[in-house]
């Protein structure tokens, strides 16, 4: 098993920046890419961003493309999303997740993640 906690949430203006951090514990070799989603009030969850351990191969959804970065740290066994210029839609419960697997087509469904973290809450003013 691997264990995912999330940090960083917080509320920020719009405009505003945050960094989430996710620590991943457990079986961590068997993880090969790291998801970060979203949920908002009232709304289904959503594919936010993700990369691969490896190669550090990263893929966005078009919402956050040039506003949020992932990145690794395979030491620390720890993913980061920097989240910049803010808006009050990304306000939402954001998720990390680890998948055993990888895939160049289908890293952005939910249904390829083995394990996920219990979310931090953003909240961006306006």
């Known amino acids: 098993q691997i264990q995912l906690v999330e940090s960083g949430g917080g509320l920020v203006q719009a405009g505003g920046s945050l960094r989430l951090s996710c620590a991943a514990s457990g079986r961590t070799f068997s993880s090969v890419t790291m998801g970060w989603f979203h949920q908002a009030p009232g709304k289904e969850r959503e594919f936010v961003a993700a990369?691969?351990?490896?190669?550090?191969?990263?893929y966005y959804a078009d919402s956050v493309k040039g506003r949020f970065t992932i990145s690794r740290d395979n030491a620390k066994n720890t993913v980061y999303l920097q989240m910049n210029t803010l808006k009050p839609e990304d306000t939402a419960v954001y998720y990390c997740?680890?998948?055993?697997?990888?895939?160049?087509?289908?890293?952005?469904?939910?249904?390829?993640?083995?394990?996920w973290g219990q979310g931090t809450q953003v909240t961006v003013s306006s």
């Open positions: 997740a680890s998948a055993r697997q990888y895939s160049n087509s289908y890293y952005y469904l939910q249904g390829i993640y083995d394990y």
């Open positions: 990369i691969t351990w490896s190669l550090g191969s990263t």
